[in-house]
Every structure is written in C-alpha cells, then in structure tokens.
T-cell receptor, first 113, second 111 residues
Framework: DGGITQSPKYLFRKEGQNVTLSCEQN?????MYWYRQDPGQGLRLIYY???????QKGDIAEGYSVSREKKESFPLTVTSAQKNPTAFYLC????????????FGQGTRLTVV | KQEVTQIPAALSVPEGENLVLNCSFT??????LQWFRQDPGKGLTSLLL?????REQTSGRLNASLDKSSGRSTLYIAASQPGDSATYLC??????????FGGGTRLMVKP
C-alpha cells in the first residue's frame, strides 16, 4: 500500500539532546512537509521541500533542521536550540503545483524529559 | 499572509443531527481547499478536496462547499453518528503549495 510512514510513534528527549524524526513515503511525491501541532491547535509549517536536495523554511523553522537526500525521505532533526520541542509532529507529502490531495503520516509525539 | 479560521472551535450534538462546520480564509488565491479528520493522537485523514474551480464535493454523508470569492467553505455532515466524533481541520493550498490550516473544530456526537 502506498503511504507515509513516520517513526518512531513516541520519542523522549533529554534536555540538550538532538533527536531525529523519520518520514518515508512511497507515493512518488516530489513535495514533502513537516508540521508541528500543539494541543488544541492547528498545524504550523516547520520546513518543506519541493524537490530532492532543496528545502525551505516554514513559519517556525528555528531550532529545527532537515535534509532531502532522497525523494522518499525527509528526516527532521529537533536540535537543542529548540526550547519548547514537546509537541506532535506530522509529515506530509504531495505533488507540487497540482490540484491533488496532500497525504499525512500518523505522527510522532515528542516529549522532553 | 493567508489566515484560516474555523468556527466553532468545539461542537457537541446528539446522534442523528445534521451539522455544519465552517472555515474561512483571507486570501482567495488558492489551488484548492482540503478537509481532514483527525482522531486523538493520530495523523490526518483526508476527507474531501475541492479544487478552486469547483463549488462542492460529496463523499457519502459528507458534503463540502467552497465560495472562493467570499473566502468560505463549509463541511456538512448528514445524520451524524458517534463514530464521527473527531477534530475536523480545513486547509487551503495557495500557489506556494504549503497547506495553511485552521485551528480545527472538535466534534462530539453523543449516542
């Protein structure tokens, strides 16, 4: 089945640590996105990539980094510079510049301990 | 900057009622508008996609309308069921491709 896989489902980070969230898709989509969701709120864009080896900052990129070395993969690193990283992180993919749907993974819940 | 607002933020109805969820956006230059469902602790499931040239889309008991000129969309749920309880999110896709989301409507359907 085609889809987006995020791992792990739950992640715990100690103060000062960097952690990496995985996002893999087999939908052959060029565009991939990372969103952050805080309790009771909508989604805010962290980073997006419309093609391999290229990515752009979203509205809340500070304290995060990404890479896009393969079409299928768009990992997100939450660095120690992100002061409030506890949130639910969602990865999405789509065909850029099209009228087709965006698809989402099942999310990773990150908690600072 | 595109802003998306969803009203109401929360809604509780008895089973069997028809209901309407509202979504408004500030910039009408969009490719499409997508409605999603989110269950607690889960990802987003796409419900309906309305292209900018369309007025409405239907899937089962769901009907979504789009009035691009006024910056409004509605999601109509007919004959609501307890299994419809979830958070419903609308998102618009502008020319830049990034989805901009509303804050969601948390729906509770009571048996």
């Amino acid at each position: 089945d085609g889809g987006i896989t995020q791992s792990p489902k739950y992640l715990f980070r100690k103060e000062g640590q960097n952690v990496t969230l995985s996002c893999e898709q087999n939908l052959n989509h060029d565009a991939m996105y990372w969103y952050r969701q805080d309790p009771g709120q909508g989604l805010r864009l962290i980073y997006y990539s419309q093609i391999v080896n290229d990515f752009q900052k979203g509205d809340i990129a500070e304290g995060y980094s990404v890479s896009r070395e393969k079409k299928e993969s768009f990992p997100l690193t939450v660095t120690s510079a992100q002061k409030n990283p506890t949130a639910f992180y969602l990865c999405a993919s789509s065909i850029p510049a099209s009228n087709t749907e965006a698809f989402f993974g099942q999310g990773t819940r990150l908690t600072v301990v | 900057k595109q802003e998306v607002t969803q009203i109401p933020a929360a809604l509780s109805v008895p089973e069997g009622e028809n209901l309407v969820l509202n979504c408004s956006f500030t910039d009408s230059a969009i490719y499409n508008l997508q409605w999603f469902r989110q269950d607690p602790g889960k990802g987003l499931t796409s419900l309906l996609l309305i292209q900018s040239s369309q007025r409405e889309q239907t899937s089962g008991r769901l009907n979504a309308s789009l009035d691009k000129s006024s910056g409004r969309s509605t999601l109509y749920i007919a004959a609501s069921q307890p299994g419809d309880s979830a958070t419903y999110l609308c998102a618009v896709r502008p020319a830049g491709n990034m989805l901009t989301f509303g804050g969601g409507t948390r729906l509770m359907v009571k048996p």
